[in-house]
């Protein structure tokens, strides 16, 4: 039990730093600006309590927020993101259910699974967040092309650093 | 309270949910100057609409109190008006000239009742004794004469109206001068009778009658209404029906007109009757 908090706890400071000191600083074209922090959310324990997921969300959001200095912005979108997981793994779920790992993992669930999954919760958290960003309607479409190139770079990246994982 | 915490219980990730939710965006609204500008202009103009049509709608409530104050201001420009060009035809006179009079007083005020379906009408004014009222004083309604105070106490005063038989009022025609007496007849309130204007003279439907400030009540030249209808009336003169330019039936917003040289005038004239 120690044992996996702990772990847990080391995802999310590699994380946090890698998109604080790597991905922040990535920008193709003002199109592309991957948040691959999210990951965090997505390899949390199946088990966790809704409320528990909700806080820890927010916290990771908060922190982002804070060291990126956009107050709110990253809390509410990975909040909202931490409130579609459960509903999201419910309608994914696969026919043997989630039994095999405690984990999501690309590795014991397959790769098409985890991709749909990955792609789900990240497109809702990204659409979330430029959404708040931009705050405005009148540039809708320019913002949903944001928003889908975004959701494909940070896609990839979390693959990658899926395969980095087990690798190691 | 047991149905409440099985509520509670149940939707518990949910108002988790609404609850971090609300924190950041209530983080974002306030913390980040261009969001917080953009919630403000949204909010600002949805309620500025809003707000522009209360505003009208209470506007439109207080045109009493708007159209009092203008009245006041009037009364008060037409006063210092009076006092700097005490007559026309003296264009040249010295600030301290004390040949130089102020001739008339102007004072707003309001009917508080009034009638014009009796034989003898009278109205009541808002002003009295204290505000500087005293019998034989001409009451305007924009600028047309409306009648003369009869009767003052503390805070309101008493005005005969022109629609009442005893009221006498020297009038003439605008066009040519030629005066005469005007009276009401009792039968029509938007009709009064001027008599006493010889046949000899030529007018027409429409001609304006006007006061001739010989009475010392009204100033000269304050109009009185329309030539409606004219015919010879037996003898040498014509009976004339002016059609009255006052709606007396709204009447409301009056000027009252003091005659500051009055005793001086009526005095004089006394010596020689």
Known sequence: MINR??????????LILLQVLLFNNIQFSGYVNPYIYIMFILLLPFEIPAWLLLIISFLTGFTIDVISGTPGMHSAATVVAGFVRPIVLRVISPREGYELSPNPSMFIYGFRWFLIYAS??????????????VFRLA??????????????????????????RKGK | MRNLLNFLAKYNHLIVFIILEGIALYMLGTANNYHNTRIVRGIRSVTSNFEKRVNNTRSYFQLRTISQSLSRENASLRSTIDRISPNAEQLFFSVTDTIRHQHYTYTSAEV???????QKNFFTINKGKLQGMSTDMAVISDGCAAGVIVGCSNNYSVAMSLLNIDFKLSARIKSN????????????YRTVILNEIPQHVTFGIGDTIETTGYSAIFPEGITIGTVKHFEKSGGDFYKIEVSVANDFRQLRFVNVIGNLLREEQIGLEKQFQ
């Open chain 1, 139 to 164: 540039d809708f479409f320019r913002t949903i092309l944001r928003v889908i190139l975004s959701t494909a770079f940070s896609v990839t990246f979390i693959v990658l650093l899926e395969y980095i």
């Open chain 2, 177 to 188: 001068g030629y005066f005469g007496s005007l009276s009401w007849d009792g039968k029509d």
């Open chain 1, 5 to 14: 908090i702990l772990r847990i706890g080391l995802i999310f400071i590699l």
């Open chain 1, 120 to 133: 789900i919760i990240v497109f809702i958290h990204h659409t979330t967040l430029f959404y708040l960003e």
């Open chain 2, 112 to 118: 508080v009742s009034n009638s014009v379906n009796r």
